[in-house]
């Protein structure tokens, strides 16, 4: 299978690509929080891998051309945002208080957590970008001196549970108004949770989708300052 997987140019875009299928038409399926296409695919991936006794130098050879994707497809976002840019216009204040304050929280939390743990600089650095996109994450935890391979799993990882937690959280908090839900999904979970805002509503997905883009920025003045604590 090593073998093949060498050969092949474009092996690690088709198993990426089926992996992902497959955990699209389970979701669709079942309904089921668990079935997040992402996990899935990257579940069935490791699986494969494994099985197979492929290392990831050689599946990456071929799944490399899905990251040039990444970028544009995170720019793409920007679309339902702009369609209701009235609406951020008229609740500017809240947006910006609200994203600051998720960005804040996000940082204290790594940084509590790594003092309590007694994690080391780069461990600690590594965490910090957790719930930003991965385009502007791997670029904060390089200059901070982290494992930039380990932040971008923290921020799948990161992302796909509020991905399948955070509607069930916003009802537990009773929060029903959509941009607060949008707001909420974009900073703590970044795309992936984008994806599920997206799927709530039109308001929701455009609100996440400002989110990211502005809790990217604050993160990368922000990390900095906390990257120093420790």
């Not at 079942?30 to 695919?41: A, C, H, K, Q, V």
């Not at 670029?139 to 921020?155: D, F, H, K």
Request: negative net charge.
């Amino acid at each position: 299978m090593s073998e093949f997987m060498q050969t092949s140019a474009y092996a690690g875009v088709t198993i990426s690509l089926v992996a992902y299928g497959l955990g699209a038409a389970l979701k669709k399926k079942f309904g089921f929080g668990l079935f997040n296409p992402l996990l899935i695919s990257i579940v069935v991936t490791i699986l494969f891998l494994v099985g197979g006794h492929v290392d990831y130098e050689t599946y990456n050879e071929g799944a490399k051309y899905l990251s040039w994707f990444l970028t544009p497809a995170t720019v793409c976002l920007a679309i339902p945002l702009y369609e209701e840019w009235e609406l951020l216009k008229n609740n500017a204040k809240a947006v910006i208080l609200g994203v600051t304050s998720g960005v804040i929280t996000s940082l204290v939390t790594v940084f509590a957590l790594s003092k309590l743990m007694g994690l080391d600089h780069e461990n600690y650095v590594t965490l910090l970008p957790k719930s930003i996109t991965t385009a502007i994450g791997m670029g904060v935890s390089e200059e901070l001196g982290g494992y930039v391979t380990i932040t971008v799993a923290v921020i799948v990882i990161t992302g796909v549970l509020g991905n399948i937690m955070g509607e069930f959280i916003c009802k537990i908090f009773r929060i029903h108004e959509p941009i607060s839900k949008g707001l909420a999904f974009g900073t703590a979970a970044h795309a992936i949770g984008t994806a599920k805002a997206m799927e709530i509503g039109d308001v929701e997905g455009a609100m996440s989708s400002l989110s990211i883009a502005v809790a990217g920025i604050l993160t990368v003045l922000l990390a900095s300052v906390f990257a120093g604590l420790i």
